[in-house]
């Protein structure tokens, strides 16, 4: 849904989507219909259902994918220790341990965090909108609750902005 909402108006596809997401054909078609069963999806217009994906991003997603740290490796930084995050939090990050998606391409080292799915640093490698939604995610999955207060409004935003 986050892919659906980074491509805006734009035109889109099952396997054009898939392609992005690195993902089979058949799981985004899979994902999309669980979506819309759930409210996630609206198969009438073909979009998001922005309401209900902001209420299950910020109070139930932690929950069905609790966030996983794990062994220092090298990868993608997330969380905090990315953008919009990393900005907002100035001076501060410094108290912070860094965070990383495990990837064989990253140049990050870190405290690893297991993604919400496996493809997600190839998925964002081209599109920092994408990143930035995951990257936001990710604090509310394994933040403080100063990191998470700020990653809350700034998603709230970036939920609602047409």
């Known amino acids: 849904m986050l892919k659906l909402l980074c491509l805006g108006d734009t035109k889109w596809s099952?396997?054009?989507?898939?392609?992005s997401v690195k993902m089979s054909a058949s799981e985004t078609h899979?994902?999309?219909k669980r979506c819309s069963k759930s409210g996630l999806y609206s198969s009438i217009n073909e979009k998001p259902n922005r309401v209900n994906?902001?209420?299950?991003?910020?109070h139930g997603l932690k929950y069905v994918f609790p966030g996983e740290k794990g062994e220092?490796?090298?990868?993608?930084p997330t969380a905090h220790?990315?953008?919009?995050?990393?900005?907002?939090?100035?001076?501060?990050?410094?108290?912070?341990?860094?965070?990383?998606?495990?990837?064989?391409?990253g140049n990050v080292r870190g405290v690893s965090v297991i993604p919400l799915y496996?493809?997600?640093?190839?998925?964002?490698?081209?599109?920092k909108k994408l990143y930035e939604f995951l990257a936001l995610i990710d604090?509310?999955?394994v933040g403080r609750i100063r990191e998470i207060n700020i990653a809350r409004d700034e998603l709230i935003k970036r939920l609602r902005e047409k």
């Open 53 to 58: 994906l902001e209420e299950f991003i910020l």
């Open 139 to 141: 604090v509310l999955r």
């Open 81 to 105: 220790s990315t953008e919009p995050i990393a900005s907002m939090l100035a001076n501060k990050v410094n108290d912070l341990e860094t965070l990383v998606w495990p990837y064989a391409f």
């Open 30 to 32: 899979a994902a999309i």
């Open 118 to 127: 496996k493809t997600v640093p190839d998925a964002v490698m081209n599109d």
């Open 72 to 76: 220092p490796d090298r990868g993608l």
């Open 14 to 19: 099952i396997a054009k989507i898939a392609d």
